[in-house]
Protein backbone atom coordinates (compact mmCIF):
# COMPACT_ATOMS: atom_id res chain seq x y z
CA UNK A 1 0.00 0.00 0.00
CA UNK A 2 1.53 3.60 -0.48
CA UNK A 3 1.97 5.93 2.01
CA UNK A 4 0.46 9.18 0.18
CA UNK A 5 2.66 11.36 3.24
CA UNK A 6 5.61 9.85 2.06
CA UNK A 7 4.97 10.53 -1.52
CA UNK A 8 4.26 14.08 -0.73
CA UNK A 9 7.12 14.64 1.32
CA UNK A 10 9.57 12.85 -1.49
CA UNK A 11 7.86 15.26 -4.45
CA UNK A 12 8.16 18.43 -2.45
CA UNK A 13 12.22 17.40 -1.71
CA UNK A 14 12.11 16.79 -5.54
CA UNK A 15 10.64 19.95 -5.97
CA UNK A 16 13.25 21.93 -3.44
CA UNK A 17 16.36 20.14 -4.94
CA UNK A 18 15.88 21.61 -8.41
CA UNK A 19 15.27 24.60 -7.39
CA UNK A 20 16.64 26.10 -4.13
CA UNK A 21 18.73 22.95 -2.88
CA UNK A 22 21.21 23.02 -4.90
CA UNK A 23 23.29 25.29 -3.17
CA UNK A 24 22.77 23.79 0.44
CA UNK A 25 23.34 20.29 -1.32
CA UNK A 26 26.50 21.76 -2.62
CA UNK A 27 27.11 22.71 1.00
CA UNK A 28 26.46 20.20 2.93
CA UNK A 29 29.21 18.10 1.25
CA UNK A 30 32.14 20.45 3.16
CA UNK A 31 32.87 20.12 6.65
CA UNK A 32 32.67 22.88 9.04
CA UNK A 33 36.50 23.95 8.91
CA UNK A 34 36.21 23.53 5.37
CA UNK A 35 33.16 26.09 5.01
CA UNK A 36 34.60 28.33 7.45
CA UNK A 37 38.25 28.25 5.24
CA UNK A 38 36.43 28.71 2.25
CA UNK A 39 34.70 32.12 3.26
CA UNK A 40 38.02 33.17 5.30
CA UNK A 41 39.45 32.94 1.62
CA UNK A 42 36.79 35.00 -0.07
CA UNK A 43 36.60 37.39 2.26
CA UNK A 44 40.46 37.90 2.23
CA UNK A 45 40.70 37.78 -1.68
Given amino acids: M ?3 K ?3 LMT ?3 VYEKKDGK ?3 HLSKY ?6 RYQVL ?3 I
Fill in 42 to 44: KAI
Fill in 2 to 4: LDY
Fill in 23 to 25: EDI
Fill in 31 to 36: YKTDYV
Fill in 6 to 8: KIR
Fill in 12 to 14: KLA
